[in-house]
């Protein structure tokens, strides 16, 4: 190759490519961590939403749970004296 310019190792690649500027590594590493970043999953960034989400439905289920308990249809007939 008939560059002049040295080559470094890439640790973000693994690759061995040639460097034209002082700073080209530095941005190529900034890069890679900013795209890292963008491109974490959204779930993700959701699951701290879902977990309450559904601890909330299982709140309103155990309300919902205890209320029917609390009036439940069968009733026990009145008493009655019978001497």
């Known amino acids: 190759m008939g560059s002049n310019s040295p080559v470094v190792p890439d640790p973000v690649l693994g690759l061995h490519l040639p460097l034209r500027h002082p700073a080209a590594l530095s941005r190529r590493v900034a890069m890679a961590r900013d795209a890292a970043v963008v491109l974490r999953p959204w779930l993700v960034d959701l699951l701290p939403l879902l ?14 749970w205890i209320y029917r308990l609390a009036t439940d249809g069968s009733r026990q007939p009145a008493r009655s004296k019978k001497h």
């Open 51 to 64: 977990v309450v989400l559904l601890i909330a439905a299982h709140v309103l289920a155990l309300g919902y």
